[in-house]
């Protein structure tokens, strides 16, 4: 089959090897070809062809139960992606902490893990448990429930099924039951709050960036006296303008 032009100009058979990386990615686990077929609705026999070349190219890897699963070369190209995101959000980041003054975070839902990828610290000499590079569940964090908000119930189900709910502090949230049900509330209000459920003392406010390719939140975290309820008409305003334009820039 000889490679077509896709009607935006660009390769077909690129954009179908995207696809299928995203369906990968989406689904978090193992696949079979038919299962990519049903996502993708290409035949087979093309599903085929095009994952043996991901294969070769170490995008995509072959189980022992012949599914297939992302590959660990993408792991670089990710950090690598994730570097130049970062570098991106620091100035939007910066004037955050210039408005609120406070430490300004910037997260992806990467898996069934929150990933930080840019931080802009508050001149406070206090520092939050968070840095670029960490990896945290998404349960227990202002940026990962603003995230899940995001997902069908049935997602956010399987994924607190595979990751468990640990608690981090007497606060953290162990039910799925009690996290799906302040999922929806989130949802409604569009930010999310972590009052002390990752880190005794510490509060966190954080909203959605819309239409990130990636689902992305961005969030300002201090200490609770200084991040109190009534701070949150100023700070919940000032973080769904930065998301906005760093919207514009990611797109």
């Known amino acids: 089959m000889a490679e077509g032009k896709a009607s935006s100009g660009g390769v077909q058979s690129l954009e179908r090897a995207f696809e299928l990386l995203e369906h990968m990615a989406d689904a978090g686990r193992e696949m079979t070809l038919s299962e990519l077929a049903a996502l993708s609705g290409l035949p087979v026999p093309t599903i085929h062809r095009l994952v043996r070349t991901l294969v070769n190219h170490g995008y995509v890897r072959q189980e022992l139960s012949r599914k297939y699963a992302l590959g660990p070369r993408l792991i670089r190209l990710g950090e690598a992606a994730s570097r ?67 997902l069908p119930e049935r997602q956010v189900t399987e994924l607190l099924r595979r990751t468990g709910m640990p608690a981090h502090t007497e606060h953290t949230i162990t039910k799925p039951a009690v996290l799906v049900e302040q999922l929806a509330s989130i949802r409604d209000q569009g930010y999310a709050v972590d009052d002390g459920e990752q880190e005794l003392g510490v509060r966190c406010i954080a909203v959605p960036v819309p239409g990130a390719p990636t689902m992305t939140a961005i969030s300002i975290s201090g200490p609770a006296a200084r991040v109190s309820e009534d701070r949150f008409t100023e700070v919940v305003p000032a973080l769904k303008n930065i998301a906005t334009e760093l919207s514009t820039a990611l797109t």
């Not at 902490?97 to 997260?107: C, F, K, L, Y």
């Not at 939050?128 to 908000?149: C, D, I, N, Y």
């Open 84 to 150: 130049l995101v970062g570098s991106w959000a620091r100035p939007h980041l910066a004037r955050l902490v210039d408005e609120i003054g406070e430490t300004a975070n910037m997260a992806m839902l990467d898996g069934d893990e929150i990933v930080y990828v840019a931080q802009i610290p508050s001149k406070h000499s206090m520092r939050m448990f968070t840095e670029v590079g960490r990896r945290v569940l998404p349960h227990s964090t202002a940026v990962g429930k603003v995230l899940l908000a995001q």
